[in-house]
């Protein structure tokens, strides 16, 4: 059974940088897609970074691109999430998700398979 552990969430100032970790167990996932989303109180889960497990493609959202990093790391079948030039409306709960997508990454959280159960990221102005 698939199984994502996030872990790395914390309390960080403005300007302040993250690294958030999702340990991904119980299957092969050479052949999945692997993202990130985060979700607001009051929000929908959003949709914030992604990539093939073979790094072969990357998408970030509007609102992270340029400032968070998205790789795998293969011989730990982890994913990690580099949050820097962090800002106060990066404040969410970070899912991490795998998924076998036949057209390879999606933005729609309802198109992942399995989610871990979330980190709290809190950044302060």
């Not at 969430?9 to 302040?16: D, K, M, R």
């Not at 990130?36 to 493609?57: C, L, V």
Request: glycine residues 12%; negative net charge.
């Amino acid at each position: 059974q698939v199984r994502l552990v996030e872990s790395g969430g914390g309390f960080v100032q403005a300007g302040g940088s993250l690294r958030l970790s999702c340990a991904a167990s119980g299957d092969t996932f050479i052949s999945y897609a692997m993202a990130w989303f985060r979700q607001a109180p009051g929000t929908e889960r959003n949709f914030i970074a992604g990539t093939s497990w073979g790094g072969t493609s990357t998408y970030y959202s509007d609102a992270v691109k340029g400032r968070f990093t998205i790789s795998i790391d293969n011989t730990k079948n982890t994913v990690y999430l580099q949050m820097n030039s962090l800002k106060p409306e990066d404040t969410a709960v970070y899912y991490c998700a795998a998924g076998l997508l036949p057209d390879g990454l999606s933005l729609r959280a309802d198109d992942y398979d399995y989610w871990g159960q979330g980190t709290q990221v809190t950044v302060s102005s």
